[in-house]
């Protein structure tokens, strides 16, 4: 079955730096690809996600790119604001039609003003 | 919408008792999922139904983990009997399709 994998598990940015998170999969049947940002004791919730017909997909601050060769994938948050502390997920969806999704294990971001 | 149901939000309950989460999906989302998540593993997936029906369950970690969807709108997973290790958030999930809509999860304490 699909394994992802999620780097860093922490990271830590003064206010207004970037953010990188990277994530790799092993399935390369899959097609999907979330971002989940979870807030302490939230549910987590989608912020952005891209299909495997494309590269790169934006909006405002958070951009996510896929390499489908190298079977990875990354969420990129520029301006970064302490409201963005969390923790973020990616996933992939195997290539079953049901959005099974396999999640990786996460990464807490802490913002320092 | 109300969006994803879940009960009961939290639950506290000694070591060989019997839990009951129950969950009730966003109204015409045909797949719904369980994950139970915790420090040490994340987020994994238990079970997940499509159209009531259990595709999944290869993620129940024993026997004693049960999980039924009688009707479109109401899905429970059962612990019978509970452990500490059980302890974990158990999260509720249902899409059409698209975006996948977590509840606010049940917070389990296994004493």
């Known amino acids: 079955g699909e394994n992802v994998e999620q780097h860093p598990s922490t990271l830590s940015v003064q206010e207004g730096d970037s953010a990188v998170i990277k994530c790799t999969y092993s399935?390369?049947?899959?097609?999907?690809f979330p971002w989940y940002k979870q807030e302490l004791g939230k549910r987590p919730q989608l912020i952005i996600d891209?299909?495997?017909?494309?590269g790169e997909k934006k909006d405002q601050r958070i951009a996510v790119t896929l390499n489908k060769t190298a079977k990875h994938f990354s969420l990129h948050i520029t301006e970064t604001q302490p409201e963005d502390s969390a923790v973020y997920f990616c996933?992939?969806?195997?290539?079953?039609?049901?959005?099974?999704?396999?999640f990786g294990t996460g990464t807490r971001l802490l913002v320092s003003p | 919408d109300a969006g994803v149901i879940q009960s009961p939000r939290h639950e506290v309950t000694e070591m060989g008792q019997e839990v009951t989460l129950r969950c009730k999906p966003i109204?015409?989302?045909?797949?719904l999922f369980w994950y139970r998540q915790t420090m040490m593993r994340g987020l994994e997936l238990l079970i997940y139904?499509?159209?009531?029906?259990?595709?999944?369950d290869s993620g129940m970690p024993e026997d004693r983990f049960s999980a039924k969807m009688p009707n479109a709108s109401f899905s429970t997973l059962k612990i019978q009997p509970s452990e500490p290790r059980d302890s974990a958030v158990y999260f509720c999930?249902?899409?059409?399709?698209?975006?996948?809509?977590f509840g606010e999860g049940s917070r389990l304490t296994v004493l």
């Open positions: 999930a249902s899409t059409s399709g698209g975006e996948l809509f």
């Open positions: 399935d390369s049947a899959s097609n999907y």
């Open positions: 891209i299909r495997s017909n494309v």
């Open positions: 996933a992939a969806s195997e290539n079953t039609g049901f959005q099974k999704l396999v």
């Open positions: 109204s015409g989302h045909n797949s």
């Open positions: 139904f499509n159209n009531n029906v259990p595709i999944d």
